[in-house]
């Protein structure tokens, strides 16, 4: 047997990994703001990290991480109607998403004759069959998007969509380019509802109308309560073929998502359960200190920092624990950085030996 045909018997087996996967946390493992079922919002991060809901109907539905899943997955991402909307208004929409950061993406060559050709696979599951719809919204430079269309054929049944998206003229001209940098190169939409605004999309195809998010035959997933959606294993890979799911170990993932969103307590704990890992020193004398607090990766870009108590969880508090008082955090950070934040204390300490305690939630989401 040749080199070439051992790796592709290897790549069929599922045993040559290859950091193939464009998706972070397609198997739904990581779900750092916890598992239980929150309310969508307009392009909120509820639930699973590094998916997105989207809800803009006189309804409503949540999401959460589910143990429903197919065999060799343990988990995925819940979609529950919980307000019915029949009959939806021309702009109305409910979708899930997946950002992809723009550097991540430039091996794909858009914006050149030699854009890569990449294939989209998922297991999803529902009790509303019918024609569903995914749209790849490229961002940068000129805005295309992608659009094709599905069928949910069975109810409550687990069934694999694998789709094949094919660079057009338009994709491998100068305005199919996506930035070097790390904003938004991709958005992965699974439309579930949709008003007319938003259809009318050619199957199949590239469009620069970037209303063009589905065809007509979309369902509208909103329609009854009990309604529901299930995606897991989502792969998106160059090339032709969908190959086996590339699963990977939880702290793998786990630091990858911790790129965009990062806490400091424990997986599955609510803030208030210990006493924090915010620390300070004094210097010179009683009233002053400083510290350092390092995020556990190097960030996507400089976060948006929540500060809560060591003591109760107050929200942008720190606790002098020798004191048993609540100092306010913000007024004394130094500097919010990638890697962590310095801060210097001129109020609240007391004695040479007061500790500190907290926690923070840095998010730098795209």
Not at 56 to 82: L, W
Not at 224 to 235: D, E, K, R
Not at 329 to 336: D, R, V
Request: some cysteine; charged content about 15%; overall charge neutral.
């Amino acid at each position: 047997m040749s080199k070439a045909a051992e790796l592709a018997a290897l790549i069929g087996s599922g045993q040559a990994q290859g950091n193939r996967n464009l998706i972070i946390n397609g198997a739904m493992n990581v779900a750092q703001r916890g598992t239980s079922a929150v309310a969508a919002g307009a392009g909120t991060y509820p639930s699973i990290d590094r998916f997105k809901a989207w809800q803009g109907t006189d309804g409503a539905f949540t999401v959460e991480q589910s143990t429903t899943a197919p065999a060799g997955f343990t988990t995925s991402f819940k979609a529950q109607v919980t307000t019915a909307d029949t009959s939806l208004a021309a702009a109305q929409y409910a979708q899930l998403s997946h950002q992809i950061e723009a550097q991540n993406l430039q091996h794909l060559e858009y914006g050149t004759n030699g854009a890569k050709t990449l294939t989209l696979s998922f297991h999803v599951r529902s009790s509303k069959t019918g024609s569903y719809s995914i749209t790849l919204y490229k961002d940068d430079t000129t805005r295309y998007l992608f659009s094709k269309s599905y069928t949910i054929d069975s109810a409550n049944t687990w069934e694999k969509k694998t789709i094949t998206i094919t660079p057009d003229s338009n994709i491998k001209a100068s305005g199919g380019s996506i930035a070097n940098d790390n904003g938004i190169g991709f958005y992965v939409f699974w439309n579930l509802a949709a008003g007319t605004n938003f259809d009318d999309a050619t199957d199949n195809a590239w469009s620069s109308n970037t209303s063009h998010f589905n065809t007509n035959s979309q369902v509208n997933w909103m329609d009854n309560t009990s309604n529901n959606f299930y995606l897991t294993g989502v792969q998106l890979e160059v090339g032709d073929v969908a190959t086996p799911f590339e699963h990977e170990g939880f702290g793998t993932t786990l630091r990858k998502c911790q790129r965009y969103y990062a806490k400091s307590w424990s997986q599955g704990s609510a803030v208030t359960t210990n006493a924090g890992v915010i620390g300070a020193a004094c210097v010179g004398n009683a009233n002053r200190a400083f510290g350092n607090v390092f995020w556990p990766v190097t960030m996507r870009a400089a976060p948006t920092v929540t500060w809560y108590s060591g003591s109760a969880g107050t929200v942008n508090k720190w606790r002098n624990a020798s004191q048993g008082t609540d100092i306010t955090a913000a007024s004394a950070i130094a500097g919010i950085g990638q890697s962590g934040y310095g801060f210097v204390l001129s109020s609240g300490i007391v004695g040479i030996t007061d500790t500190l305690q907290g926690h923070y939630q840095a998010v730098a989401e795209l």
